[in-house]
T-cell receptor, first 112, second 113 residues
Framework: NAGVTQTPKFQVLKTGQSMTLQCAQD?????MSWYRQDPGMGLRLIHY???????DQGEVPNGYNVSRSTTEDFPLRLLSAAPSQTSVYFC???????????FGPGTRLTVL | GESVGLHLPTLSVQEGDNSIINCAYS??????FIWYKQESGKGPQFIID?????DKRQGQRVTVLLNKTVKHLSLQIAATQPGDSAVYFC????????????FGKGTHLIIQP
C-alpha cells in the first residue's frame, strides 16, 4: 500500500492564482481531512469528509474548497490564492475521526 | 507542555533517559486523544492513542497517561534514543460530530548524546 499520497510536494503561486492540491489514499478509508500547518504551530483542520459525496468545514475553511467524488481522492482547491495561505498542507485518512489518522507527506505552498 | 506563540517548548534529555512530554487539552467533552511525532519535513507519524474510558495505555517504549480531572495528557518515552528527536504533538477529538483532531502546538524533543 502506498498509504496517503499528496502532490505536488512544493508549489509557488502568485496572489490571485488558483490551484488544486491532490490527495489520494489506497486504504479504503471513509474519513479524509485536510490540515494546514504554520511555522511553530500545530495542525489546523480545513475541511473533512466522512465519505464520498459528503464534505464539511473545519476550523479554518475560508479560501478553500473540497469535493469527494470517490473514496480514494480528496482534492483541496484554492480559488484565489493569498499570501496568508502560505503554509504546509497535510492530507489525512482514517476509518473514522476517532481512530488513528494516517498523514501524507505534505505540500509546501508559498504564495507571493 | 503547550504554549502559545511561534517558539515551541523544548525538552532536552540525555540519551538513555526517560522523557515525559506534557499536554493540557482544552475540551472536557473530548473522548479520544492521540500523540503524533513529526520529523523535519515529514508528515505526522502516529505514536499512540487513548480513549477517555482509560487512564493509561502502553505501547512499545511509550506510555500515555490521561487525567480527565485536570484535562492533562502525557507521553512517556522510555530509554530515549537519538531517533526520538522530533516535535511531538498531542491532539484531541471533541466527540460531538465528525470533526477532525484539534492539535496542540507541539514540544520539540532534543536528545543529548
Amino acid at each position: 500500500n502506498a498509504g496517503v499520497t499528496q502532490t505536488p510536494k512544493f508549489q509557488v503561486l502568485k496572489t490571485g492564482q488558483s490551484m488544486t492540491l491532490q490527495c489520494a489514499q489506497d486504504m479504503n478509508h471513509e474519513y479524509m481531512s485536510w490540515y494546514r500547518q504554520d511555522p511553530g504551530m500545530g495542525l489546523r483542520l480545513i475541511h473533512y469528509s466522512v465519505g464520498a459525496g459528503i464534505t464539511d468545514q473545519g476550523e479554518v475553511p475560508n479560501g478553500y474548497n473540497v469535493s469527494r467524488s470517490t473514496t480514494e481522492d480528496f482534492p483541496l482547491r484554492l480559488l484565489s490564492a493569498a499570501p496568508s495561505q502560505t503554509s504546509v498542507y497535510f492530507c489525512a485518512s482514517s476509518y473514522s475521526p476517532k481512530y488513528e489518522q494516517f498523514f501524507g507527506p505534505g505540500t509546501r505552498l508559498t504564495v507571493l | 507542555g503547550e504554549s502559545v506563540g511561534l517558539h515551541l517548548p523544548t525538552l532536552s534529555v540525555q540519551e538513555g533517559d526517560n522523557s515525559i512530554i506534557n499536554c493540557a487539552y482544552s475540551n472536557s467533552a473530548s473522548d479520544y486523544f492521540i500523540w503524533y511525532k513529526q520529523e523535519s519535513g515529514k508528515g505526522p507519524q502516529f505514536i499512540i492513542d487513548i480513549r477517555s474510558n482509560m487512564d493509561k495505555r502502553q505501547g512499545q517504549r511509550v506510555t500515555v497517561l490521561l487525567n480527565k480531572t485536570v484535562k492533562h495528557l502525557s507521553l512517556q518515552i522510555a530509554a530515549t534514543q537519538p531517533g526520538d528527536s522530533a516535535v511531538y504533538f498531542c491532539a484531541e477529538n471533541s466527540g460531538g460530530g465528525a470533526d477532525g483532531l484539534t492539535f496542540g502546538k507541539g514540544t520539540h524533543l532534543i536528545i543529548q548524546p
